[in-house]
């Protein structure tokens, strides 16, 4: 369940005639789309679904699992240049692999990329039937009083989506059964599912690194990148190698650092120093080692990677809020110091006129934290909004304070949205807002 189900709902919608293919299951297929011959690739496909009439339909035609048929990549071209009148839809697991290994010609021009990251909190509460709070979510504005009644409905189910994650199975087993065991077998399902199919496309020592390197990454989110923690006796070349494959997969996904002296961030990213952020929070608490608990249990227990929990749920949204035919991409700043460093979680540009800003966003996994990051940052960049996630009520201020520079000391300030975790899914529209 995700992105098959999506594209029948798509077709469902759209009232368009479906023709599906999983050619995982249909293989022998590979020397058919390698004559690259349109007819004969929609007649054999008419032969597997059991149904006549594609190319009269105006239908769509969608091809799922499609790096187990590399040269089905290469005919999406000819598809699209002499059958015009057919949608075609191709969905894959670790695509990047398949490529990789199998050196295909990608028909430039002629495909559209779209890049499906997990649930949102937003669409798990839809799932959930929870209207009203939604409602709250898209209606709140910096300066509005919040909801106390809200604010107190909204924290367990923010818990529960903190464990049960984005991934579409785990999230119908939950809503429906509300079983957390069932979730964590899914959850493992999944996580066994990706080490496996490594096989397919990494042998030896490549294979034994990329699983290496993903089973670390869950406990390494937050955290500076240090290839010698993956283990020391690799090289660190090696260790990039696994870790760019699965950045490339959307496996996991790097948060470079930029000195974020201007727009666009990535125009000063450091490709040295990175954080890793994995694929789904609920997937991550999976691979770390937290095993199923009671609902009550999982609403009221602390655990000690709530941090990195927090950080990775944020950042899992603000990868894929510009959309899905942008590739998901997230900045963060870094300054080391001898006198101690300063971090700020994520950074994003916002804002037309009288042109975008920078704008800092610090994730808190409680109530309480300092500001002193935000402080700095906003003083040496002259942020004028930072962004604070934590577990208070949403508040909109201004925070004046007094830093030391070259010139002495200089009174400075910012504006200061403070936004609840679960209002991570507003967070483009609030900053928009309160610049």
């Not at 577990?391 to 304070?401: G, I, K, L, T, W």
Request: charged share 20%; aromatic share 8%.
């Amino acid at each position: 369940m995700g992105k098959s189900y999506l594209v029948r709902q798509f077709a469902a919608q759209a009232g368009l005639p479906l023709f599906e293919i999983n050619l995982e299951k249909s293989a022998g297929l590979d020397p058919v789309f390698a004559r690259m011959d349109p007819s004969l690739i929609l007649r054999e496909a008419e032969l597997i679904i059991g149904r006549s009439g594609i190319e009269k339909s105006g239908g769509l035609l969608f091809l799922d699992e499609i790096q187990a048929v590399p040269q089905a990549l290469a005919a999406l071209r000819y598809l699209y240049e002499e059958k015009p009148q057919i949608a075609v839809i191709a969905a894959g697991s670790l695509l990047e692999f398949a490529l990789a290994r199998y050196n295909i010609s990608v028909p430039v021009g002629r495909i559209e990329y779209l890049y499906l990251g997990p649930l949102t909190f937003e669409e798990y509460l839809a799932a959930r039937g929870e209207q009203a709070t939604l409602d709250y979510l898209r209606s709140w504005t910096p300066g509005q009083p919040a909801s106390p009644v809200a604010h107190e409905r909204l924290i367990p189910l923010l818990r529960d989506f903190l464990l049960v994650g984005g991934m579409p199975e785990a999230v119908d087993a939950f809503v429906t059964r509300r079983d957390p065991a069932e979730v964590a077998r899914i959850h493992h399902a999944i996580l066994d599912t990706y080490r496996d199919d490594f096989a397919k496309y990494a042998v030896r020592d490549e294979l034994s690194r990329l699983r290496r390197v993903f089973d670390y990454v869950p406990t390494a989110v937050g955290r500076k990148f240090k290839s010698s923690h993956v283990s020391p006796a690799w090289k660190a070349a090696d260790v990039r190698a696994a870790l760019d494959m699965l950045a490339l997969a959307g496996v996991v996904h790097r948060i470079h650092h930029t000195d974020a002296v201007g727009v666009p961030l990535g125009a000063t990213v450091d490709d040295r120093a990175f954080k890793p952020l994995f694929l789904d929070v609920g997937l991550m608490n999976a691979a770390s080692g937290i095993t199923a608990l009671p609902l009550e249990a999982m609403r009221d227990v602390r655990l000690v990677n709530e941090g990195a929990m927090a950080e990775q749920f944020v950042g899992q949204h603000l990868l894929f809020a510009p959309g899905p035919s942008l590739r998901p991409g997230l900045c963060y700043w870094l300054r080391e110091g001898r006198k101690g460093n300063a971090e700020v979680d994520y950074l994003v540009q916002a804002g037309t006129t009288p042109g975008p800003k920078v704008v800092p966003i610090e994730v808190k996994a409680g109530a309480k934290g300092s500001l002193k990051s935000l402080h700095q940052f906003a003083a040496l960049r002259q942020a004028p909004l930072a962004v604070r996630f934590d577990m208070n009520q949403p508040s909109f201020q201004e925070v004046a304070y007094d830093v030391v520079t070259a010139d002495g000391l200089v009174h400075t300030g910012f504006k200061l949205l403070s936004l609840p975790l679960y209002l991570v899914g507003q967070t483009m529209r609030l900053i928009t807002q309160g610049l």
